[in-house]
């Protein structure tokens, strides 16, 4: 049975005590700055289905990440920087 | 003649019974008219005296009008109907009763509710037969959701002597449409039943834990002249004002005293038991962090530095901190479940303390239950901690307030982060901050009425003991802000009450507006207006990503600007003063302007311009043809 990436990441998430932890199944994330920042501070939240068809530049990203401080998010301004660097670069704006 | 004087003072008869009988008995008309007019004063006088029972003698109706009374109510909130003439004949010389004409039955009954929540007095929402109630049981819903103790009545349109012939407004079984949702639903039998159906549905919607009633009955029975008792709220009232168990007590005080890490889930039954205070002190007690899952009021002081915040996620997990607590205890929070993951995680031991019994265990395992009025059960778990209370375990909830207190500030600093979104400034505005312009202007003791599902509210400090209070919903019938905000200003005239309001949820249910203006009630509603349901947008992402939707841009479901809404010329037709605000210093001075509205007594909006942000909006959005 193949299940999609969407269903296993709210399987692991379902999980209260894996919910804490980096999930395992974060394909489609590739590995670059700022990727252990955003799996551990977004996916607490959210599953990945709502930003992966979202492209829009870092400034973008930037002003996305401030609007989830408004919704409960407790992060620094460096771990806003560094998720930012990492969206605006693996999910920036299509060419 | 001294009879019929005896009865009208006693308000056994009616205004036209009584000079009915004077006429009767050779007095002329113009004669009665002047000793009734005489009369009306001292029948006042005695009415406020209140006798616990008495037997009064009228219309049906009449008798409905003395009952309520004697139940203690002040306001009755309803929409016209032909049938219940003989009550609206009743209240002419009642003025006791007030009544208020609403325009729609389910912002009427959103203004009930909202009365309700903010005076802790009984009130009444009178619909035309079914036709009616199916309009305000939407709202009848949400009160039982949230447990508010809103009687509900209509008619049955056909009569007695013509039931079941399929007639005018008529539908079978009506009491029944809403038995799901009320905790009493009765049809009076006989006109003469109907104080005693009316008493027992105001017994049973203000006997913990509330919940909405519907009492009716035959429209005919308004019309018949009967004689029946009527009896005060007081001598029917259990009174359900309960203690816990107290080896339960010393149970819990026990787990909270060894605790490493316990916490402390607050919830509305703080609130409506006026037991802020009390959960404060059991929480510095122990140096417990406090926090709250979604209800309708704020419950904890949000600047006490034991206060860590809400869970972002609904989930206590989803916490910064405390992470992994060992014993949590909840006081009053019905911990509704949205997704199929318990709230509370298994592991920690839990203690539930609660008036609602139904509801405790149903997904959440209880370690220590405390069914209890939670005033009385904080009081009596305080004194059994405190009988428990060391040298050492004083240092560790010294340390762990320490520890706590840090957190708040640290928290309280990175969520005001918020104003550093480099789209600050923009024009349309981030709802974020709108919210923060309305925070930043609302009085120190502002009631905030929250109907804007979508938005976070932050920088508030909501303290219900005194400062800021909240009134969110969880009912989720949308709609009901406006009316709520209506009817929380009638209750409390010297706060001053916002009412924020998405635009879905505002043309839901705008009718309160009349209401306003009619009462002179200086709500300021501000309205966010981002011409979209946003929230359905983003969960319709999620459940289908990469699909059709997002690749052709076709969405359905969830565009409202085109052709545009203007809600400040909405409000101007139901006789409100409005203007649309497209930028933060264009808010700032509307939020002005809405003062000094307010202090001449008049309501006021603000359609403030909010930019749709989020995955896949476009510019302009598609919709779909208007023809194919």
């Known amino acids: 049975m193949k299940l999609p990436l969407a269903m296993i990441t709210a399987l692991l998430l379902s999980q209260p005590a894996l919910a804490q932890r980096k999930p395992a199944a974060a394909v489609g994330f590739p590995d670059a700055p700022g990727k252990d920042v955003l799996l551990t501070?977004?996916?607490?939240?959210?599953?990945?289905?709502?930003?992966t068809d979202q492209r829009q530049d870092r400034r973008s990203w930037e002003s996305t990440l401030y609007r989830m401080i408004g919704r409960g998010a407790l992060w620094t301004p460096d771990e806003i920087r560094q998720m930012a660097d990492y969206l605006g670069n693996v999910y920036g704006r299509k060419q | 003649m001294r009879e019929l004087v005896a009865r009208f003072l006693s308000q056994s008869i009616s205004r036209r019974t009584f000079l009915k009988g004077m006429t009767t008995a050779g007095i002329s008309l113009t004669a009665a008219k002047d000793i009734l007019e005489s009369l009306v004063p001292a029948a006042h006088a005695q009415a406020k005296e209140g006798a616990a029972f008495k037997v009064v003698e009228g219309s049906g109706a009449m008798c409905f009008a003395e009952q309520l009374i004697a139940s203690g109510v002040r306001y009755v909130f309803g929409n016209s109907a032909s049938e219940d003439a003989q009550f609206y004949e009743a209240l002419v010389d009642r003025p006791q009763l007030k009544y208020i004409l609403t325009p729609h039955e389910g912002p009427g009954a959103a203004m009930a509710a909202g009365y309700v929540k903010a005076s802790g007095e009984p009130t009444i929402v009178m619909q035309a037969a079914v036709v009616g109630l199916v309009n305000a049981m939407g709202q009848m819903f949400n009160a039982y959701k949230e447990q508010t103790p809103l009687v509900f009545y209509s008619y049955r349109t056909d009569q007695s002597g013509r039931a079941g012939r399929d007639g005018f407004e008529e539908v079978a079984n009506q009491e029944q449409i809403v038995q799901p949702m009320t905790k009493y639903a009765w049809l009076a039998r006989r006109a003469d039943m109907i104080p005693e159906t009316v008493r027992r549905a105001f017994k049973a919607a203000w006997t913990p834990p509330h919940g909405p009633t519907y009492c009716s009955w035959h429209s005919d029975f308004n019309d018949?002249?009967?004689r029946a008792e009527v009896v005060m709220q007081e001598k029917v009232d259990p009174r359900m004002r309960v203690r816990p168990n107290p080896a339960e007590v010393e149970r819990a005080a026990k787990l909270l005293v060894e605790a490493k890490l316990p916490l402390m889930i607050v919830g509305d039954e703080v609130y409506t038991a006026k037991a802020m205070a009390k959960a404060v002190k059991l929480a510095e007690l122990l140096g417990m962090p406090v926090t709250q899952m979604r209800q309708?009021?704020?419950n904890f002081p949000e600047t006490h530095p034991l206060w860590v915040g809400t869970p972002p996620a609904a989930r206590l997990v989803s916490l910064d901190y405390p992470k992994n607590p060992d014993v949590i205890l909840n006081v009053g929070n019905k911990l509704q479940h949205n997704s199929p993951n318990p709230m509370i995680a298994r592991g920690a031991k839990f203690i539930d303390m609660r008036i609602d019994s139904l509801s405790m265990g149903n997904v959440i395992e209880v370690d220590v239950p405390l069914v209890a009025d939670v005033a009385m059960g904080l009081d009596d778990l305080t004194a059994a901690v405190s009988q428990l209370v060391t040298p050492a375990l004083k240092q560790r909830a010294a340390a762990r307030a320490d520890e706590a207190h840090k957190f708040h500030d640290k928290a309280r600093e990175l969520r005001d982060l918020v104003m550093k979104n480099p789209d600050w400034e923009r024009a349309p505005m981030l709802a974020d901050r709108v919210t923060r312009e309305v925070a930043e202007f609302a009085d120190r003791d502002a009631i905030i009425?929250?109907?804007?599902?979508s938005v976070a509210l932050h920088g508030f400090d909501f303290n219900p003991d005194g400062g800021r209070e909240l009134f969110f919903y969880y009912g989720?019938?949308?709609?009901?802000?406006?009316?709520?905000?209506a009817?929380?200003?009638?209750?409390?005239?010297?706060?001053?009450?916002?009412c924020l309001v998405g635009?879905?949820?505002?043309?839901?249910?705008?009718?309160?507006?009349?209401?306003?203006?009619?009462?002179?009630?200086p709500v300021i509603t501000v309205v966010y207006n981002n011409h979209a349901y946003s929230g359905p947008h983003s969960r319709v992402i999620e459940k289908v990503p990469g699909g059709r939707m997002v690749q052709t841009g076709h969405f359905f479901h969830d565009y409202l600007g085109s052709p545009d809404m203007d809600m400040a010329s909405i409000a101007k037709g139901f006789g409100v003063q409005g203007e649309v605000a497209h930028s933060p210093a264009e808010l700032r001075d509307a939020l002005a302007r809405a003062r000094r509205a307010s202090v001449e007594g008049k309501p006021y909006l603000i359609d403030a311009q909010v930019a749709r942000v989020g995955v896949a909006w476009a510019d302009k959005p598609w919709i779909p043809p208007a023809q194919t």
Not at chain 2, 487 to 498: E, F
Request: proline letters at 5%; glycine letters at 12%; charged letters at 15%.
């Open chain 2, 487 to 498: 009817g929380v200003k009638l209750a409390r005239p010297k706060r001053q009450v916002i």
């Open chain 2, 296 to 298: 309708i009021y704020a």
């Open chain 1, 41 to 51: 501070k977004c996916f607490q939240c959210h599953s990945p289905n709502m930003w």
């Open chain 2, 476 to 485: 989720a019938h949308l709609g009901s802000g406006v009316g709520t905000a």
């Open chain 2, 449 to 453: 009425v929250h109907e804007a599902g």
């Open chain 2, 224 to 226: 018949q002249h009967v």
């Open chain 2, 503 to 521: 635009d879905g949820s505002f043309v839901f249910g705008p009718t309160a507006l009349w209401n306003m203006a009619r009462l002179e009630l």
